[in-house]
């Protein structure tokens, strides 16, 4: 991206625009600015300052999610639950996980494992059920079932850099299955066709999205790099290139669907006002 208002794709294929939306990870904007092509003096010092800002700034909450091919019949569900809903298998509570997670020492593996055992015992898991809603989208007689919850990227980070992140994943699988197996959903890991999994790396690798964050940036940042007074939402979407705006979760803090929507309609209207 450069103040020619040209977009170079990895593959060199150039394409031009009179105004341009970013609606990805800021990080990433700032990272794929020409530097050179930046003929204003005060939008190239701006540009630099922000590159600087958000060096060292983190994404907020990321996801481990686990999807199972399931061979029970989508009544096996729907007299059970909802399509889309939030489920707490155990009433302990997460503070001793999350006070643990703060110290926990992430070169140690078997510290690791036994924080995983606890976490995912007593975490609150998002599932979503397709064909609950869509029968055509599972085989008659099986349902697919997708299982989320929240997990810190710099854990996964850590863990596959020590060189068992394949492990991880397999007993991530594993430990979900087993709490939902023991709670609303008996016999369910008997009945698993396939199943597979993603991370916050996944996520951040196939987005592009600082941290495999799912809601912009993470609160505990020094400082957060975006707009966070409704009063001022207007002006979150400008960037200090004149013709590049933003919109979406990393626009404004804290983030979400709606605001991603309204920052959305936010740039196109100074666009068109322009």
């Not at 105004?19 to 930046?38: E, S």
């Not at 707490?88 to 924080?115: C, F, M, Y």
């Not at 993603?198 to 592009?208: C, F, G, V």
Request: hydrophobic fraction near 30%; glycine fraction near 6%; include cysteine.
């Amino acid at each position: 991206v450069n103040a020619k208002e040209r977009f170079v794709e990895s593959n060199d294929e150039k394409y031009y625009y009179k105004d341009l939306i970013w609606a990805c990870d800021t990080k990433l904007l700032y990272q794929q600015i020409d530097m050179n092509a930046l003929e204003n003096p005060k939008e190239k010092q701006q540009v630099e300052e922000k590159q600087k800002t958000l060096e060292t700034k983190r994404g907020g909450d990321s996801i481990i999610a686990v999807f199972l091919g399931t061979t029970l019949d989508r009544t096996y569900y729907t007299e059970k639950c909802t399509g889309h809903f939030f489920y707490t298998p155990n009433t302990n509570g997460l503070q001793d996980s999350l006070h643990k997670r703060s110290a926990l020492d992430t070169s140690n593996k078997e510290e690791v494992i036994q924080w995983m055992k606890d976490y995912y015992k007593d975490n609150t898991y998002e599932i979503a059920i397709p064909s609950y809603r869509d029968e055509t989208l599972s085989p008659k007689g099986k349902t697919g079932v997708v299982i989320s919850t929240l997990m810190d990227y710099r854990i996964v980070h850590d863990v596959r850099e020590q060189g068992w992140y394949d492990e991880f994943k397999s007993l991530s699988e594993k430990l979900m299955i087993e709490a939902l197996d023991s709670s609303i959903y008996p016999t369910l890991k008997e009945n698993i066709e396939f199943q597979f999994s993603s991370t916050p790396l996944t996520i951040a690798h196939r987005t592009n999205n600082t941290d495999g964050a799912i809601t912009g940036w993470a609160f505990d940042n020094d400082g957060i790099p975006a707009i966070n007074s409704i009063p001022k939402i207007s002006k979150a979407v400008l960037t200090p290139m004149k013709h590049i705006y933003q919109a979406g979760a990393w626009t404004y803090s804290p983030s979400g669907l709606p605001i991603s929507i309204m920052t959305g309609k936010l740039a196109v209207d100074k666009i068109k006002k322009k």
